[in-house]
């Protein structure tokens, strides 16, 4: 299935349209002197769902504690009639992104589409007066973040990323202790992942369900025949549509990584990094590495090793089996000078390392001697602390109301997600980059520098 021309003729209307939007206030805010009435009834904004699979509706199902669900939209009515039943039932179901966001009762647009969407939809919405709770990874590209923070900045929205391990108790006491010195002058971080397998293909091309506007899904990614693989939970295994656990999963722990090196907005100065594909190439397979190992040094000289943990093996998605890692693979990955326990990690996480101590933190707990040792010696009254949030949904829709910045903006998220796209340019060069995080650029190689962008579809052009 595809568009006829003149609907992406209006596609590049719309977008030109969108781009030219002067920022406004919410029309939540704006429209109370016009409904006065009906906001002392039911003071919820309205909640527009764009990209209705699983992760979407999820955050839509955690947003409708705070406002009304008014829309859904996917571009597989299949998925958009499900969430719809899911989530009440009243919603207007939708396929086009455009048509939700024309509607004046949407204030707050929950984006949970493919990587590859990300982008081009936070703008449109922050263009359009809307407000958005955007999925992690953030972007597709660097570039992409880039322009997104400028949009924000220009448009004046409130954007929270979904990066929700900031409004976990467990990680913000790892990040003030090492902030607060309790583990000494920090000298390094490992930033592990679990070993999610890839393993997949060849995936046979099949007929496009009459539902999905196969050419809309595509979006600005390059045209491939059909099959189920390449959407859903699977889409993030394929280059063309994510990073890969890169930038998924790594845009969890890299943050936290960030965050507790006082790094928020800056990043590596060099980065060299390996990988292991599981698959032979070729459009009918997964094309994102399983295995991986990152070395990235920063301006305070932390040094991070982001690495996946190969002995926690992991599934998601319609994937075959683990592969095994020989010696030699091993070797070839992590290479010589990296401590012997990283190669046989077991588990996720972020470990930071200081010249007095360590503290270990992921979803399970946050663990060390400084960890054990707060009972008796609390941080004082006077010690930095985080931004406060126990609830990264309720901080989201404070914010809108409020104004303030949320817990995780698009200029922090931009950075850690930037630390992600450089170990996979790494990765697909084959070679270590000089990266300076105050002009953002790849220094003296240009063929990486060229990697900020991908080449985008005609008529799915992101406005700049």
Known sequence: MSHSVSTRREFVRSAIALAALPAAAPYFFSARSARAEEAAKNDRPGVGLIGAG??????????????????VCDVDLRQAEKAKTALGGKAEVCQDYRRLLDRKDVDVVIN???DHWHTAINIAACRAGKDVYAEKPLTLTIAEGKLLCKVVKDTSRIVQVGTMQRSIAEFQTAVELVRNGRIGKLRQVWVALPYYTTTGGPFPSQPVPKELDWDLYQGQAPLHDYCPQR?????????????????????HHVDIAHWGMDCDLTGPTSVEARALFPNPKGPEYYNTPDRFFSRMVYPNGVEVLYFSSINERARYGDVGEHQATSPAEIEQLFGKDVPEEIKSYDRNGILFLGEKGKVFVNRGGVHGKAVDELKDNPLPADAWRVYPSSDHMANFFDCVKTRKSPC??????????????????????????????????????DEANAWQTRGQRAGYLIPA
């Open 408 to 445: 995780t903006p698009v200029e922090v998220e931009h950075r850690t997600v930037s630390a992600c796209h450089l170990t996979n340019i790494s990765i697909r060069l084959g070679r270590k980059l000089a990266w300076d995080p105050v002009k953002e650029e790849i220094v003296g190689d």
């Open 231 to 251: 959407t859903l939970g699977n889409f993030r295994w394929w280059y063309e549509y994510a990073g890969g656990i890169i930038t998924d999963w790594g845009n």
């Open 54 to 71: 699983g992760r979407g509706m999820d955050v839509a199902q955690w947003a409708a504690k705070f406002g009304d669900i008014v829309s």
């Open 112 to 114: 949970g589409t493919p």
